[in-house]
């Protein structure tokens, strides 16, 4: 089979993040499986337009901005040359089915709703909403797949018949896992706390470094480590705030991370926090987790689904910084429930594999394009 993946980013790309990562394990077991696999993309800076990693065909055709303008006149060129597209959403889809009759399924990680008012101000924000309640009744009879259980039901909320949806829990990356295993490391002798993402409002840096100041007055000898980076006058923001909360000396920012040193600060961590207004299925809970390191999360979509609350880690049930704070404070305390927390966030982690995976997608490819024929 010939399946053509649009995607905004390749992995290469220097703002990829974990969904690039698990798009392209996906179609790596694709290729494996005897399949040809194009990513349609936009470029970056040195960028080649054209390349072959891992057996998978990267066309870069496109800017950051142009993407989803040249993306239909790709398709309506080209689709002839495919049997499937893969229409991946990030906030918006390249609403493929104006420009082929081809099978089409619709990657999504996440509806995004509320997040457009985090990301952007009005009008663009109130046009990214409406746009979603749009495109989604254009993909009304198409079949969609996700990561988690809760995108599942949004989808449902929002008209998509529950026969439409299949949903595919993801592992961690291979790279990752590779790593991982290599990673020996004990935890830091004081309780550490670890927050690791894109530092942007939306992924609730600011209601974990409350819930830390909370933490911090109950274990005075607490320290927050926040791996990640973002844009200059959010990041002084931050700062300012630990600053008024007279954390700084607490706090460690090590800014974005290679692979390797990521790992280790998470392995060496306690409690991995994560208070993000939703996710599609937080990745970096199970790498925690694959790590030992059990988390404390938001009753948010995504969290709520990777998280095996009171069994791999705890989702509050008011998401607020004190219960935050509270909920990580009962976890670190209490010895014996940590400890059992540890084992069962790597044996969750560890349970989820590509192969598995992979095998799910490629039924769910064939009975996609076996469906339209």
């Not at 290729?31 to 870069?60: M, P």
């Not at 950051?64 to 499937?84: G, I």
Request: charged fraction near 25%; hydrophobic fraction near 40%.
């Amino acid at each position: 089979m010939r399946i053509l993946i649009l995607n905004w980013r390749d992995t290469r790309h220097p703002k990829s993040g974990g969904a690039e990562a698990v798009t392209m394990e996906y179609a790596k077991w694709w290729v494996h499986a005897g399949h040809k696999v194009t990513w349609f993309t936009s470029g970056y800076k040195g960028a080649k337009k054209e390349e072959l990693i891992d057996n998978v065909r990267i066309l870069r055709q496109a800017g950051s901005q142009t993407v989803y303008l040249l993306a239909p006149f790709y398709l309506l060129l080209h689709s002839h040359e495919y049997d499937l597209i893969v229409d991946e959403v990030h906030g918006i889809p390249f609403f493929s089915p104006l420009c082929t009759s081809k099978p089409i399924i619709v990657f999504i990680h996440e509806i995004a709703g509320d997040i457009w008012n985090f990301m952007y101000h009005p009008p663009i924000s109130w046009i990214g909403k409406h746009m979603e309640e749009w495109y989604l009744r254009l993909y009304r009879k198409k079949l969609f797949w996700t990561d988690a259980e809760s995108t599942g039901h949004e989808l449902m909320e929002r008209g998509i018949k529950r026969n439409q949806i299949t949903v595919i829990h993801c592992p961690i990356p291979n790279f990752t896992r590779h790593i991982a295993l290599q990673v020996h490391v004990k935890k830091e002798k004081v309780p550490t706390f670890i927050f690791v993402s894109r530092v942007v409002k939306m992924k609730g840096i600011e209601e974990v470094v409350k819930a830390f100041a909370f933490v911090q007055k109950e274990l005075p000898l607490a320290k927050l480590w926040i791996v990640g980076g973002g844009e200059d006058r959010y990041v002084k923001k931050i700062v300012s705030m630990i600053r008024e909360y007279g954390i700084y000396e607490k706090v460690t920012w090590f800014g974005k991370l290679n692979e390797k040193e990521k790992l280790i600060r998470m392995a060496k961590a306690h409690i991995l926090l994560h208070a993000s207004v939703k996710e599609g299925w937080g990745l970096v809970v199970l790498e925690a987790g694959f790590l030992y390191t059990p988390s404390v999360v938001y009753n948010v979509a995504g969290l709520r689904d990777v998280v095996r609350d009171g069994h791999t880690g705890i989702v509050i049930t008011d998401n607020s910084p004190i219960e935050l704070a509270r909920a990580s404070l009962h976890l670190y305390q209490d010895r014996e429930i940590y400890k059992k927390y540890q084992t069962n966030a790597h044996t969750w982690a560890e349970s989820l594999t590509w192969t598995d995976a992979g095998k799910k997608s490629d039924a769910f490819l064939k009975e996609a394009v076996r469906q339209v024929l």
